[in-house]
């Protein structure tokens, strides 16, 4: 099974900050790989897809990088909404899997 | 657009059968291209993925390990929504059930539509 390791596990920032949260994959996966957000009660939300396509309705402050086992998620400025929880998952093969979450706070 | 709503009781009590239903809306679950997962989320094991079922000229389901002993997951054509059930639930099983669509988007396949989530309790 393809483990994910995300970093760090919380953040805090600032209202415009730039931020960059990084996930690993135990195993190359390509771009089999995307991000989510996830706020209090609410189901995740697909943000970044293949690595580093946009989900329509999405906002252009998120961007993603990377293939093969290291991705980053970057918002570059941060906006009140922003605040929440981040999952990124490998869609590379099943099981699929998900990181521990990177709790963004004020 | 594609919406999912869930159903299914929110206290299960412990050895019986965890069954939720999820049902589509503006989508087929006999779709050639997507797959219809479940995932949970707790606090001890964070999202992890349970299974899918999906449509390529014939049915086919998936199954994390960890639960493929007691876990059955099935489309209904008639009624357009696909079902859990996880059977011998213990306390350890308790956590927030969400079923999701996952879609094919440039040959990458991720989970663009989500339940409204089941908080599942296992307890007597």
């Known amino acids: 099974d393809i483990q994910m390791t995300q970093s760090p596990s919380s953040l805090s920032a600032s209202v415009g900050d730039r931020v960059t949260i990084t996930c690993r994959a135990s195993?190359?996966?390509?771009?089999?790989f995307n991000w989510y957000q996830q706020k209090p009660g609410q189901a995740p939300n697909l943000l970044i897809y293949?690595?580093?396509r946009l989900q329509s309705g999405v906002p252009s402050r998120f961007s993603g990088s990377g293939s093969g086992t290291d991705f980053t998620l970057t918002i570059s400025s941060l906006q009140p909404e922003d605040f929440a929880t981040y999952y990124c998952q490998q869609s590379y093969s099943t099981p699929y899997s998900f990181g521990q979450g990177t709790k963004l706070e004020i | 657009q594609v919406q999912l709503q869930q159903a299914g009781p929110g206290l299960v009590k412990p050895s019986q059968t965890l069954s939720l239903t999820c049902a589509i809306s503006g989508d087929s679950v006999s779709t050639n291209s997507g797959t219809w997962n479940w995932i949970r989320q707790s606090p001890s094991r964070g999202l992890e993925w349970l299974g899918r079922?999906?449509?390529?000229?014939?049915?086919?389901?998936e199954y994390a390990v960890s639960v493929k002993s007691r876990i059955v997951i099935n489309p209904d054509t008639s009624k357009n929504q696909f079902s859990l059930h996880l059977n011998s639930v213990t306390p350890e099983d308790t956590a927030v059930y969400f079923c999701?669509?996952?879609?094919?988007?440039?040959?990458?396949?991720?989970?663009?539509?989500w339940g409204q989530g089941t908080t599942v309790t296992v307890s007597s």
């Open positions: 999701s669509k996952e879609t094919g988007m440039f040959a990458r396949y991720a989970m663009d539509v």
């Open positions: 079922t999906y449509y390529r000229s014939k049915w086919y389901q």
């Open positions: 195993q190359s996966i390509s771009t089999y």
């Open positions: 293949d690595a580093s």
